[in-house]
């Protein structure tokens, strides 16, 4: 059982739909974090959130949009999707500036038709 | 040039083999080194962190080389259980007083242990 759990893990959606990927931590992390995984391809960090703050945003087009309520909860809202944008979106958090703690969720395997 | 890169892969073993897989790094200011395994389908889990001094853990050793950027993990007697994807990470640790940091990971070597 990860002490990161992401809803949901499957979702399929129309280019046109509006959906939200939603994380949740109970580890006490200050960090939050979106990474995307495509086939073939290494671990693609999208954003960082540290202590509710934005931190980083490694170039993503805006049909992503991050949001962090809070130190618990992280959120990706998704709009005007392209097919190329299927992928596994993992959410993972951490503790501090160490590498130790890196804790991800199951990820949301995302489709989009 | 990648900033992590691994072997490409995949390796096919038998079980009670000796594999190694290795990982250069092309930022020599990186701080941290890690190989995590990734299981199908799964998430990516910590196997174990890598010092210079090298560490083991059962059946497994990694080992650093700060001059070469250069990583290694070795695992012997291979069990079917040891299948998965190992990925190659490495950590460069912000000052930025934000407490958070970002890690960058190699694409992976997919292992499949043979009976």
């Known amino acids: 059982e990860t002490g990161v759990t992401q809803t949901p893990r499957h979702l399929v959606m129309g280019m046109t739909n509006k959906k939200s990927l939603k994380c949740e931590q109970h580890?006490?992390?200050?960090?939050m974090y979106w990474y995307k995984q495509s086939a073939k391809k290494p671990l693609e960090l999208m954003f960082v959130y540290s202590l509710e703050e934005r931190v980083e945003n490694n170039s993503v087009p805006s049909r992503f949009s991050p949001e962090c309520p809070n130190s618990s909860h992280l959120f990706l809202h998704l709009h005007t999707l392209q097919p190329e944008d299927s992928a596994l979106y993992l959410c993972a958090s951490s503790q501090g500036g160490r590498g130790y703690g890196y804790t991800f969720g199951s990820g949301t395997r995302l489709t989009v038709v | 040039r990648k900033e992590v890169e691994q072997d490409p892969g995949p390796f096919n073993v038998p079980e009670g083999a000796t594999v190694a897989f290795n990982c250069t790094y092309s930022?020599?200011?990186?701080?941290?080194f890690f190989w995590y395994r990734q299981d199908c389908r799964k998430e990516p889990k910590l196997l174990m962190s890598v010092y210079s001094s090298g560490n083991e853990d059962g059946r497994f050793t990694a080992q650093l080389n700060r001059a070469s950027q250069y990583i290694s993990l070795l695992i012997r007697d291979s069990k079917l259980s040891d299948s998965a994807t190992y990925l190659c990470v490495v950590n460069l640790q912000r000052d930025s007083g934000a407490g958070s940091y970002q890690l960058t990971f190699g694409k992976g070597t997919k292992l499949s242990v043979i009976p």
């Open positions: 930022n020599s200011a990186s701080q941290s």
């Open positions: 580890l006490g992390h200050n960090a």
